[in-house]
């Protein structure tokens, strides 16, 4: 059983970075199609950036490209950089983890960016 944590996320001025971690435990991210998505009030919940399991390929929203950048730390952390941070990004943002068998999610971590 993978457990998924979030940290890093809390209140920034626009324009400001913020850094967001996952931290996994029961079992290794190795094999897993691993990413962070997003959920804003009254919006539905939006994949913002995802790494293959292969580690091949990654994928970012359009709303998030050049400003977002994902990353992997050996077999047990995922990053979400987050820089030049807009209003429109503020949401509760969530790791995923996921393979043909299994589907995990953290508990997830609130970005608010606000003057």
């Known amino acids: 059983q993978l457990q998924l944590v979030e940290f890093g996320g809390g209140l920034v001025q626009p324009g400001g970075s913020l850094r967001l971690s996952c931290a996994a435990s029961?079992?290794?991210?190795?094999?897993?199609?691993i990413g962070w998505f997003r959920q804003a009030p009254g919006k539905e919940r939006e994949a913002v950036s995802c790494?293959?399991?292969?580690?091949?390929?990654t994928y970012y929203a359009d709303s998030v490209k050049g400003r977002f950048t994902i990353s992997t730390n050996a077999k047990k952390t995922v990053y979400l950089q987050m820089n030049s941070l807009k209003s429109e990004d503020t949401a509760v943002y969530y790791c995923n983890a996921r393979n043909w068998l299994h589907n995990y999610w953290g508990q997830g971590t609130q970005v608010t960016v606000s003057s």
């Open positions: 790494i293959s399991s292969s580690r091949g390929s």
């Open positions: 029961g079992s290794s991210l190795e094999h897993y199609a």
